[in-house]
Structure formats: C-alpha cells, structure tokens
C-alpha cells in the first residue's frame, strides 16, 4: 500500500512538467509533420528531436543543479550562466596556451576541463559561504559573480573569443567515434543518474528537503543547515561549469559574452515546470529535467515555426507567467473547485464531437 501510494504521488509531482512537454510536441506534430523524423547522415543522427534532446542537456545540467539550491535555501542561482562562461574560458585558454587561436593542443584535455570544473568550484565556495555562512538572500548572494563572472572570463581570454581547432576537444560537445549519438546527451544522462543514485543513497536528499522547509526545525533536529546549503551551491556551481565546457566544445572557442547567456532564466523555468517550489523544500530532480527539455523543444518549435530570436524571451515570459501562476495558492483552489467539472464538460464535448453525435 504504502509503494503504491508513493507511486501515485510521485506521478501527480510529474503532470505538470509531462502534460507540458507533450502539449509543446503535439502543437509540433500539427504545425511541422516532419518534426519528428529522424535521418542518419554521415554515422549520425539528425531531426529536430535529436537537436531538442542534444540541445537541451546543457540545460538539464544545470537545472538539476538548480533544483538542489531552491529547494535548500529557497531562493536561485542566478550566477550559473556567468560561472558557465568563467568554467569555458578557463578551460580554451590553457588549451590555448593564452593565444587567441590554435589549431594543435598545449596542454591535455583532462587537465583543461579539470581546471575549468575547479573554478567552478571555487565560485560555489563563494557563494555557499555568503549563502549560508554570511546568510545573505541567495539571489543577492549569487548576484555578484552574476555580475564579475563574465568580466574575470573576459579577462582571462583577453577581451576577445578564444579558438581551438582541434577536433579531439570537439568530441565533447558533437559526437565521438562511430556513435550516431552526440556526446552532451550521454553527459547529461551520467549527471542524472549520478545525482539521482546520490540523493537514493545517501541521506542528502532528505536533509535538503528538511533544510528547505523549515532551516530551525532541522537546526533543532541535529542538522546543520549551513553545511547543506553549502554543499548544494558547490554541486550547482561545479555542474554550471561542466555546461560551460560542453558549450566551448560545441564551437571550439570561448565567446565569454555570449556562453550561458540567460540560461539562468532557463534553469529557473525549468525548475518551476518541474513542479518544483521557488520556496524551497519538496523538490523533483526528474521533473526539473523534463522541464528543461520541455524549454528547449518550446525553442526549438519557435524557430521551426520562423518566430525571430529577438521575440523569444517574450514568449518564454509568458511561459514563465503561466507556471507561477498555476502555482499559485489562489488558482490551485480555484482549479480544484471548478476544474473537475470543467475538464469533465470539456471531455464530454469532444467525445460527441469525434462520434459525430
């Protein structure tokens, strides 16, 4: 009894960023017809679903990061895009050797991404320290590499897009050997099911949510609030730089301006879709994830459909409206008290519509 109930609820926490998704591939499937085909060309795959899941997996990393800082401190990580953008030009110029194009390597891969990951983590330090050591707001805390991030990136390239053109550092970010599968979906794929065996475990999980309930009761209860905050804004920071390093990849350069831009917004929207409270607390790392490719197949339609990339925030705003506002207290009242008998007048008109009655 007690699995099934589990199930259910763990299902009802999924509608949301499920019924999403969908709604984006359907309005797909009646607008593109050829939306979901896939060729494969050259040993690899190709169609807009590939482009949507490989797209999208930078994404889906950093939302799972996110997804942890909500839900321990109740409040975002709006600094995940610069330290993104800090992680790649970290990683270029070594590779680089602090020139601004190269077409052979100066140092090893491994040793460059190592480096990129362990500035990363250094910005998490900061930001866990001021979050949960000084007890700064977490946006006002994260506000400040949001702010120098991407000038410290631009001080380390030099002002200016750093290249490298050397096919062994593109496997990152495209494809490696005979797979006909891009590499960034298997990346995200490891970050998910290591998160998601670490918060099975491990006792994380239920501390975060402890944490982001109510920080004294769990203080009371023999947590300590400031070490998980802490440890959550470090595995947001470090997972923001291994997006970073796909993102060099994927254009085997460094363009500091541009690397990450916004995706902080994207993250948060995500992590809103998947259900997830802005407040902290009950959190779903799998429902942050759809949420993230749910964005990126509503991008993907956008451009399909020929909408300019200037027009896209608006859209996304209105998404991001939307979200907020069926999370509302005020409307899920309202939705529980007329939308049974709504949906049910709803369904009853389409049967009669599609029997011919």
């Known amino acids: 009894m007690k699995k099934l109930s589990f199930s259910l609820s763990l299902n009802r926490e999924l509608i ?13 499937l009646v607008k593109t017809p050829d939306f979901f085909d896939i060729s494969l060309t050259n040993g690899a795959y190709y169609g807009f679903i590939i482009d949507i899941i490989n797209r999208g997996s930078e994404l889906a990393i950093i939302s799972v ?22 992680s790649a030009a970290v990683i270029t110029n070594i590779l680089s050797g602090g020139e601004a194009a190269v077409n052979e390597l100066h140092a090893p891969i491994l040793l460059a991404i190592g480096a990129g990951l362990f500035s990363a983590l250094l910005c998490g330090i900061w930001n866990g320290f001021l979050v949960a050591r000084l007890k700064i707001q977490p946006m006002v805390a994260t506000l400040i590499l949001y702010t120098a ?14 290249y490298v053109r050397v096919n062994a550092y593109r496997i990152l970010g495209t494809n490696f050997g005979n797979n006909p599968l891009p590499t960034p979906i ?9 998160t998601g065996l670490f918060l099975k475990f ?14 004294e009761a769990a203080k009371l209860a023999g947590l300590n609030p400031g070490t998980i905050k802490f440890i959550a804004y470090i595995v947001c920071a470090m997972l923001a730089g ?22 902080e917004v994207d993250a948060i929207l995500a992590v809103i879709l ?17 949420g993230a490719y749910t964005i990126q197949a509503l991008t993907t339609s956008l451009y399909a459909f020929g909408m300019p990339s200037a027009h896209m925030p608006v859209c996304k705003a209105l998404v991001i409206a939307a979200s907020i506002s069926l999370q509302s207290p005020v409307v899920k009242r309202l939705l ?11 369904f009853k008109t389409v049967f009669k519509e599609a029997a011919g009655v």
């Open 16 to 28: 949301l960023p499920v019924f999403c998704l969908l709604t984006v591939l359907l309005i797909n």
């Open 65 to 86: 990061g996110m997804t942890l800082a909500v839900s321990v401190s109740g409040g975002v990580d709006i600094s995940v895009g610069a330290v993104a953008a800090l």
């Open 149 to 162: 991030g991407r000038g410290i990136a631009q001080l380390i390239c030099g002002g200016q897009i750093t």
């Open 186 to 194: 298997y990346i995200s794929i490891a970050v998910m099911i290591i």
């Open 202 to 215: 491990t006792s994380f999980g239920l501390y975060a949510k402890t944490v982001g309930i109510n920080s």
């Open 242 to 263: 291994l997006a970073g390093a796909i993102y060099s990849s994927r254009i085997y350069s460094c363009d500091a301006n541009n690397i990450g831009l916004n995706v």
């Open 274 to 290: 998947g259900g997830n409270q802005l407040s902290g607390g009950k959190f779903s790392i799998a429902g942050s994830v759809i």
């Open 336 to 346: 529980n008290k007329h939308g049974k008998k709504y949906f049910k007048t709803v």
